[in-house]
């Protein structure tokens, strides 16, 4: 069953969906790139649901630490239930949708350019309302994606997201960085056997965290997500900081954490989070390239940067989630009450 599902051929696509991203957009991102500069933007705003919503809290922090620029998240409602959308001068807003249907997101870019400001889309489908709405689209030719939860589209949309932000820096030696994105990817895909292998052992789990921080906050949502519509379990995801402010009160014998915690600047806090979690008595898999006190690992790629270490870590994250949900009986490929397509207003 493991090798025929559309899933798992689909979370093994990633590095050749990456490598053709990258070889077919990057021109494009080159001149995109100029005309952003043109536009005098002095911030971004993000549109964007599910994944890709996970996505733009990856450009979140992409963009401001490579660019220094603010960064917010767009809250669709206020252009589409409540009318009073923000002031959006001299932001760019970039709209991020696999399916480029989702009405509100199409609302946001519609109200962005009718206040004049600059608009780009990510999205799979270039036939789609919104690459036809945005001013520009970048796509993420990934091939049709077939199954209910989203793997390729949303590597995809980091990678795509690390090359804009890496070309707006101007350090050529940031965007050869992401070139070695598709190797990472594959290197990352190792993990199978061990996620396969621990799996058995959370099928009788029913909460947990999924813990990140800093670059991999994005990860640590994604992961979550992916828990729960492949396995059905109950997985909040939650800073290492945050965390420590009141929930941590949860902590006892029956609790169970996954600590994404690859080398980089955050990986000290998150070693000492993994080390106060266990000594509470805590059950705790981590995702890192490095070895910590746990209860098991997820091997990570080594010598990654640590702001492209969410393109590794999300992979054996998405592997875990497909083995648990296998070894649960699960359908991976069309999980109860899910469409690929979300029309949220």
Wanted: aromatic share 6%; glycine share 6%.
């Amino acid at each position: 069953m493991t090798n025929a599902s559309i899933l798992r051929r689909e979370i093994f696509e990633q590095p050749d969906v990456i490598a053709r991203l990258l070889d077919r957009e990057g021109a494009h991102i080159t001149r995109l790139v100029e005309k952003i500069r043109g536009a005098d933007i002095d911030s971004i705003t993000f549109a964007a649901r599910g994944s890709s919503d996970n996505a733009a809290v990856y450009g979140k922090y992409i963009f401001a630490a490579l660019n220094q620029l603010p960064v917010a998240l767009a809250t669709p409602s206020l252009y589409t239930l409540y009318h009073t959308p923000p002031r959006l001068k001299r932001t760019l807003v970039i709209a991020i949708s696999q399916s480029g249907e989702s009405p509100d997101i199409l609302a946001v870019v519609a109200e962005a350019r009718r206040q004049g400001a600059p608009t780009l889309a990510l999205t799979n489908r270039s036939d789609s309302a919104l690459a036809h709405s945005a001013d520009d689209a970048i796509l993420l030719h990934a091939g049709a994606e077939q199954s209910i939860a989203a793997t390729k589209t949303y590597t995809a949309s980091l990678a795509a997201l690390a090359l804009v932000a890496a070309t707006l820096n101007g350090d050529a030696a940031r965007r050869a960085e992401v070139e070695r994105v598709p190797e990472i990817v594959r290197a990352a895909l190792a993990a199978e056997a061990a996620a396969r292998a621990l799996a058995p052992s959370l099928a009788n789990v029913a909460h947990g965290v999924v813990i990140g921080r800093g670059y991999n906050y994005a990860t640590a949502f994604e992961l979550a997500l992916k828990l729960k519509e492949l396995a059905y379990l109950h997985a909040e995801p939650y800073s290492a900081a945050d965390f420590l402010h009141g929930p941590l009160a949860l902590v006892d014998e029956n609790f169970r954490a996954l600590v994404i915690a690859p080398s980089g600047a955050a990986f000290a806090s998150l070693a000492a989070f993994t080390a106060r979690l266990r000594g509470a008595g805590a059950r705790v898999i981590v995702l890192s390239d490095r070895a910590l006190n746990a209860d098991a690992r997820l091997e990570l790629p080594a010598n990654v940067p640590e702001w492209l270490s969410p393109l590794g870590a999300i992979v054996p994250g998405q592997l875990l989630a497909l083995h648990l949900a296998l070894a649960k009986g699960y359908n991976v490929d069309q999980p109860r009450a899910l469409t690929k397509v979300t029309r949220t207003l």
